[in-house]
Every structure is written in structure tokens, then in C-alpha cells.
């Protein structure tokens, strides 16, 4: 088993060990009375039907080689989050959007964004959810709800539609859009055992950089994707399930802005799943099987790999926290035409005397080339990392600072498109107006 590079270990135990030295008595110390009313300490999801919450932020960044761009840059942020469940105890709709724009002092402003929603609806034993995810960037998603380092929103992870393993391979200032629409079905056969389907689609679009005088047009490959799936699942008690699964999925590329032409690709996994609960609080999920892949190119044949899904989290009052690993072929993130990676996540966030809060993320993935007869074989590196502690300065005022960094490094000969290479620091600070969540509705 191949190690971590001595820089990700270094940057994973700095950032673990304050979580690891917290008493675990601390986050249940009491309020004086004047201040036991909700406190905000940022933004936060809803967790009641038929609410909203919404939350507008201000800040300043300071970046070192950000983007791929060399130097000391400043940044002014402006951004917004929105987030809604309705009241149907049936039908339930969620919406999650997080928002805003960046002004450089010295490079490239931008804006971006991230909208999500969702519907479901019941049906006797039969239930339909449809939902759809869209995103604008200016670089792969690395912090946050927003996925742009510096902003506030730390500790809140994307909603996502699909399943998109672990840490993207890191781009330079490459603008892209990005879509992904999935239908899903379950009925319940009994009462303990239920069959379920979905299908989805994905595209990511890259849009040219020309007009910028300080950055050079590097639009990644397009790609578009499409999957389906069924699953049978069964519940051997409160504690105990089990599912079978099987997935295919394909994706194919234009290199029309890239110029570099890429062979689409196709996979076929089947896996058992198994879940356990510990504890209200904590519990885990194991998912492993066997994973072919065939690339679109003449004298190719399927290749076998491990396909791996495996997670554990802890959910209390004042404490998240959740590590996952994942091993599985994807799309390459826009830079090449189809890789398997692997990929140790991170997370954790704790509340301490209801006005201070602490949000912890660290991810490292290994990302390699699919086999093919027309390149060599490379290897990429990228370690993620971040810290945000929050501090509430009135009732739904509250202030924070932030520390983020990237660092990727590649190993071989590749033709990837617009690849970060190096390590890029992001030091945050702002304000954040989240007052407590609007009932709409009735619950």
C-alpha cells in the first residue's frame, strides 16, 4: 500500500489533532441566561419542515499562487446561501443555494455559484424523487457549500446529484458550468425489504477565458455522462441492512476547445452493501465489489478493478463528524479523458458554548489515468485542507477566519488540460448576517 506523501500527512495531522484534543464534556457547558436564546454562528440548513434559512456574508481573502497565478493576491467577497424545506410531510421540496462574486486586486474576479433542488413524491408503497444540481466556477470545487475557498461556508458540504468519488483533480482559472439531473424510484416489497432504481445525467461545460488580459484562455474537456442503477435492500433490524447493487455508467468527451481528442469510456459494478448503527449517533456503511471498465478505443479490452465505498460518521448535539474512502472510476473533472482514483475524506465541525464554532476538512485523493494503447501512464496527487472557527457577535451576527490550502502534484507523462500544479494558500476573514430559520407553511 502506497503512503501519503510526508506534505498530506503533515497537513492531515495538523489539522486533526485540535478535533482529536477537544473534552468531549466542552460542548455541553451551559449559557448565562442572557444569551440562551438561538445563537448564529453562520449559516446553517434547515432542520424542520416548512422553513428557510438564509444567511449574507462578507469578506476579505488573501491567496498566494491561487488559481496557478504566482504571487500575493486580495480579494473582496460578496455571497449569499438559501436554503428551504417545505411542509408536505408527503411531497417534500428542498432547495439549497449558495451564491456570490470575488473582486481580485490583481488577477481574475469572478463569480460563482451552486443551486440544488429536489422533489419527491409518495405513492402508496412507490416513491419518485427527481433532482437536478447545477454549478458555476471558477476552479474544481475545494471548500465549502460554495466550493471556493475563503467565503465562510466551511463545514457545510455541496449537495450533490450522483455519485462523484472523493476530491476533483485541481484545474487553473478554468470557468466551467456544471449540470447533473438524476430520476429515482424505490417500492417497498415488504416491510423490510425494498427495491430501488434511478437514472441521471451530467454534463460540464468549459467556457473560454480569452477576454481576461491576466489569464490565458484553458478551457477544460467537456464531458458529458449518464448513468442508471438498481439496488435490493434489506433490513435485518434497527441496526443491521444489507443491499446488492449494480450501476452502469459512460461518458464520453469533445475536445473541440481542448484541442486533444479523448476516447469515451464505459463501467459495469456490482457490489453488497452493508450498514451498521452503532449508537443513535454513530454508525457506518461498507460497500465493495468488482468494477470493468472498457475504453472506446480499438484493440482495448474491460479491465477489472476494485470498486470500494466505505464511510463512518457521528452525528450529536454539538459535534459532527464523518470519514469516508472511496475507490471508483470517473470522468477525469475536465482535465483527462476518464481516471480511477482513490480517495480518504474528512470532516468535522463542533459547537462550543453555543457561540463559538469550529469546522475542520481535509481530503487526499490519488487520481490515475484509465490503461490506454495512446498515453502513458500518470499519476496525480491532491490534498485539500481547511479550518474555520466562528465566533457570534450579536443574535444573527457572527464573525469568522479561515485557512485553506491546495496542494497537487503528477507523476508521468500526461496530456492533461489546464492541470494546478504546486501548493496555493487561502487565508479568509468576514462577517456573516444568519438570522434564525423563517417558518413558511404549515409543518
Same mark, same amino acid.
Given at each position: 500500500m502506497k503512503t501519503l506523501p510526508l506534505t498530506a500527512q503533515s497537513v492531515a495531522l495538523l489539522l486533526l489533532l485540535p478535533l482529536l484534543a477537544i473534552p468531549a464534556t466542552s460542548g455541553a457547558q451551559a449559557l448565562p441566561a442572557a444569551v440562551a436564546s438561538p445563537i448564529s454562528t453562520g449559516f446553517s440548513l434547515p432542520s424542520s419542515a416548512g422553513t428557510l434559512q438564509y444567511a449574507l456574508s462578507a469578506s476579505q481573502s488573501i491567496s498566494n499562487n491561487y488559481f496557478g497565478n504566482s504571487g500575493t493576491d486580495y480579494n473582496t467577497n460578496l455571497n449569499g446561501d438559501l436554503a428551504f424545506i417545505s411542509s408536505s410531510p408527503r411531497d417534500p421540496f428542498n432547495m439549497v443555494f449558495s451564491g456570490g462574486r470575488s473582486w481580485s486586486s490583481s488577477s481574475q474576479s469572478f463569480n460563482f455559484l451552486n443551486l440544488a433542488i429536489s422533489q419527491v413524491v409518495i405513492a402508496g408503497r412507490w416513491n419518485f424523487m427527481l433532482s437536478d444540481s447545477v454549478s458555476y466556477l471558477p476552479q474544481t470545487a475545494s471548500a465549502g457549500l460554495s466550493g471556493v475557498a475563503g467565503v465562510g461556508d466551511l463545514g457545510l458540504s455541496p449537495v450533490q446529484t450522483g455519485a462523484i468519488p472523493g476530491q476533483g483533480v485541481l484545474t487553473g482559472y478554468s470557468t466551467r458550468v456544471a449540470n447533473s439531473s438524476s430520476l429515482s424510484l424505490g417500492?417497498?416489497?415488504?416491510?423490510?425489504?425494498?427495491?430501488?432504481? +434511478?437514472? /441521471?445525467? =451530467?454534463? %460540464?461545460?468549459?467556457?473560454? #477565458? !480569452?477576454?481576461?488580459?491576466?489569464?490565458?484562455? @484553458?478551457?477544460?474537456?467537456?464531458?458529458?455522462?449518464?448513468?442508471? +442503477?438498481? /439496488?435490493? =435492500?434489506? %433490513?435485518?433490524?434497527?441496526? #443491521? !441492512?444489507?443491499?446488492?447493487?449494480?450501476?452502469? @455508467?459512460?461518458?464520453?468527451?469533445?475536445?473541440?476547445?481542448?484541442?486533444?481528442?479523448?476516447?469515451?469510456?464505459?463501467?459495469?459494478?456490482?457490489?453488497?452493501?452493508?450498514?451498521?448503527?452503532?449508537?443513535?449517533?454513530?454508525?457506518?456503511?461498507?460497500?465493495?465489489?468488482?468494477?470493468?471498465?472498457?475504453?472506446?478505443?480499438?484493440?482495448?479490452?474491460?479491465?477489472?478493478?476494485?470498486?470500494?465505498?466505505?464511510?463512518?460518521?457521528?452525528?450529536?448535539?454539538?459535534?459532527?463528524?464523518?470519514?469516508?474512502?472511496?475507490?471508483?472510476?470517473?470522468?477525469?473533472?475536465?482535465?483527462?479523458?476518464?481516471a480511477i482514483s482513490n480517495s480518504v475524506t474528512f470532516s468535522a465541525s463542533r459547537t462550543f458554548d453555543r457561540v463559538w464554532a469550529c469546522a475542520l476538512t481535509s481530503a487526499y485523493t490519488q487520481t490515475a489515468n484509465l490503461p490506454s494503447a495512446t498515453s502513458l501512464p500518470f499519476t496525480f496527487h491532491t490534498t485539500i485542507a481547511g479550518v474555520q472557527v466562528s465566533r457570534a457577535l450579536a443574535r444573527s451576527l457572527s464573525a469568522y477566519a479561515s485557512y485553506s490550502l491546495q496542494n497537487q502534484s503528477n507523476q508521468g507523462t500526461t496530456a492533461a488540460v489546464d492541470l494546478f500544479s504546486g501548493l496555493s494558500n487561502v487565508a479568509g476573514f468576514g462577517i456573516t448576517f444568519s438570522p434564525s430559520a423563517v417558518r413558511l407553511g404549515h409543518s
Open positions: 417500492r417497498q416489497i415488504t416491510g423490510k425489504t425494498s427495491l430501488n432504481a +434511478s437514472g /441521471s445525467y =451530467s454534463l %460540464t461545460r468549459f467556457l473560454s #477565458n !480569452s477576454s481576461s488580459s491576466t489569464v490565458p484562455s @484553458s478551457p477544460g474537456l467537456d464531458t458529458d455522462g449518464d448513468s442508471v +442503477s438498481a /439496488s435490493l =435492500s434489506h %433490513t435485518i433490524d434497527t441496526r #443491521n !441492512s444489507f443491499a446488492g447493487n449494480f450501476a452502469y @455508467s459512460r461518458n464520453t468527451y469533445s475536445g473541440a476547445n481542448s484541442g486533444i481528442p479523448q476516447p469515451g469510456f464505459s463501467s459495469q459494478t456490482a457490489s453488497l452493501q452493508y450498514s451498521h448503527q452503532f449508537t443513535r449517533k454513530f454508525g457506518m456503511s461498507l460497500a465493495a465489489g468488482p468494477q470493468w471498465t472498457g475504453i472506446d478505443s480499438p484493440g482495448l479490452t474491460p479491465t477489472l478493478s476494485l470498486f470500494a465505498n466505505l464511510s463512518a460518521s457521528y452525528a450529536g448535539k454539538f459535534s459532527h463528524a464523518t470519514i469516508a474512502y472511496s475507490r471508483s472510476s470517473n470522468s477525469g473533472f475536465g482535465v483527462v479523458g476518464g
